[in-house]
């Protein structure tokens, strides 16, 4: 099992990377949504400082992902695939990329712009991106729930076009991000 990426395949580092950031995303989404229906402040208090938590964490894994994406060969699409699907391909990466920052850093602004303190899973203090400030409090969760939607478009768009490849190519694309070959 080669770390970096080839030509032809993912490295198992690009791999891990990629689902445990797929993992760590369907997580923080599920999570907000579940604080939604809990009736103790308490609760949803809890459960959101997991889901800023993972939101942090998922902040850290792009920058290590960045970094390692920049260092590594990107696996070519294969040969077969329409010059519009590459082309969609990576628009839809670059923009998953973006919001995969996006969302982690409007979470964190509205949280500072709260003036509450955060703490990475009650243990390490974040420093406050701003002091406290209402409108801009406001303006970022806007933002960040309006990136949750963009980012749900794109996720979905991401998983049919990878199980189109799989079930109707037959082109190895989704093989080759689980599995490397």
Known sequence: MALRNASDSWGSVSRILHWLIAVGVIAAILIAKY???????RARYETMVTHKSIGLTLLTLMLVRVIWRWSNPTPQLPASMPRWQ??????????????LFWMPLTGWLAHSASGLPLRWFNWL?????????????HLAESLHHWGLWLMLVLLSAHLLAALKHHFVDRDNLLRRMWSGR
Do not use: C
Request: zero cysteines; a positive charge; glycine letters at 8%.
């Open 125 to 137: 203090k974040v420093p406050a991106m701003v002091g406290k400030d209402s409108d801009l409090k």
């Open 35 to 41: 604080s939604e229906t809990l009736s103790s402040s």
């Open 86 to 99: 590459r082309v969609g391909a990576k628009l839809s990466h670059a923009g998953l990329y973006f919001l």
